[in-house]
């Protein structure tokens, strides 16, 4: 199970870090003396990461959004259309969910080609719940 937290932990750092960039850039851009610092000090590190595992973990486990994510494990690329045969969502709804998803950090999207992928966060928590999983049916074959 340790690697698939570790690969879990490691898509979600990488995405938060992505953001937490991307924030610096913007104030760099926008001055306001009364917000916070896009690099945070370590005792706000720990709320950062359990907002974000929290994130990422309910995107994933949304029966929708879950199945998604194990077609994107299975298949590297996935196109939008393949997606929206699987769903059964719209175009709009797609687009939505694959965003939710990228936002947390457990897809990727690239807009030329229009494909999908799954990043080593949706790894890892595929991995993660795959495991909880064959320990729980263990566990209830052993009593």
Do not use: C, K
Not at 55 to 63: I, K, L, N
Not at 113 to 142: C, F, K, P, Q, Y
């Amino acid at each position: 199970m340790s690697d698939a937290i570790d690969e879990f932990a490691q898509g979600l750092s990488a995405r938060l870090h992505d953001i937490l960039a991307a924030q610096s850039r913007w104030d760099a851009f926008v001055p306001d003396p009364e917000r916070e610092e896009a690099i945070p000090a370590p005792e706000a590190s720990e709320r950062l990461a359990s907002e974000m595992v929290l994130r990422a973990v309910r995107a994933g486990v949304d029966p929708v959004n879950h199945a998604i994510l194990r077609r994107l494990v299975r298949q590297d690329d996935v196109t939008m259309s393949a997606l929206m045969e699987q769903t059964g969502l719209s175009r709009v709804g797609l687009a939505e969910t694959v965003q939710d998803l990228a936002q947390v950090g457990l897809a990727s999207y690239a807009p030329d080609s229009r494909e999908v992928r799954a990043t080593a966060g949706a790894r890892g928590l595929l991995g993660l719940i795959d495991d909880v999983r064959d320990r729980v049916a263990s566990m209830m074959r052993n009593g």
